[in-house]
């Protein structure tokens, strides 16, 4: 992505900051916040994000490269070895929901509440909790998450070293699902009667929505369900309707 324009910090806190980094974030057409850019190209030159820029500031190893592995486009930060898509998209591997990290309200902040030492050798994310800022984006458990939260959890993906990719031929294995379902469902469906159709619909939906769970959870692997779901679902309404 190239973007027009840049929108920064006022001039006293740009000038006081050792390294600046964007928090765009686009979420897909159903709302829901998966992906965010790692990179964006501004001017020529590439610009990190919020969480990539705080984890690169707090290493020695401030090194990025952009390799092939596989069907796979890598950002290679040290020992790490992040997944992203070819717009520099990391998908976001998000955790048990609302407060998964530690947090400190500014009240306990001004009144000592922190114990001297505690926070030390970790990254804090400061910002705004208020919902009116309208910094809040709903993620695929339905749950909603202020930006802090999604900025934290970016920057555990990459430190922990979990993630969430979608290679080249997860697109191909989709399109392969429909196909073999969709043939798979007309011969079995024409063939038996409406028990065994809702049976059969039932089981190769089911089948790929734990297919698709279990790599998910297994190997970190995403490839959507949802249209090799649908596809015995509509070939029994066409078969019926027939």
């Known amino acids: 992505p190239r973007p027009t324009g840049m929108l920064r910090s006022t001039p006293a806190l740009t000038a006081a900051a050792s390294a600046e980094g964007f928090t765009n974030a686009q979420h897909d057409v159903d709302g829901v916040l998966r992906r965010v850019p790692l ?8 610009s990190p994000s919020l969480a990539l820029v705080a984890i690169l500031q707090a290493s020695p190893d401030r090194r990025l490269r952009i390799i092939n592995e596989g069907s796979e486009k890598v950002l290679v930060w040290g020992n ?5 898509d070819r717009q520099g998209n990391l998908m976001i591997d998000f955790r048990g929901g609302k407060k998964s ?3 400190l309200s500014a009240k306990e902040v001004l009144r000592g509440a922190p114990a001297a030492g505690s926070m030390r050798g970790k990254i804090v994310v400061v910002g705004a909790w208020a919902r009116g800022l ?6 695929p458990s339905g749950q909603s998450l202020q930006g802090l939260e999604v900025h934290a959890t970016i920057i555990d ?11 080249d031929w997860a697109r191909g294995a989709e399109l392969f699902a429909i196909l073999l ?3 798979l469902s007309t011969w079995l469906l024409s063939r038996s009667g409406f028990a065994l159709s809702m049976l059969t619909v039932a089981a190769g939906s089911g089948g790929c929505y734990v297919g698709a769970r279990e790599l998910l959870l297994s190997e970190g692997t995403f490839v959507s369900p949802l249209l090799p779901m649908i596809t015995p679902v ?9």
């Open 39 to 46: 990179l964006l190209l501004y001017q020529g030159k590439l």
């Open 80 to 84: 790490h070895h992040i997944p992203v």
């Open 101 to 103: 990290f530690p947090y």
């Open 134 to 139: 309208g910094d809040s984006h709903q993620v």
């Open 157 to 167: 993906n990459i430190l922990s070293g979990t993630f969430v990719s979608r290679p």
């Open 181 to 183: 379902l969709g043939v």
């Open 234 to 242: 509509i070939v029994m309404t066409v078969l019926s309707l027939l």
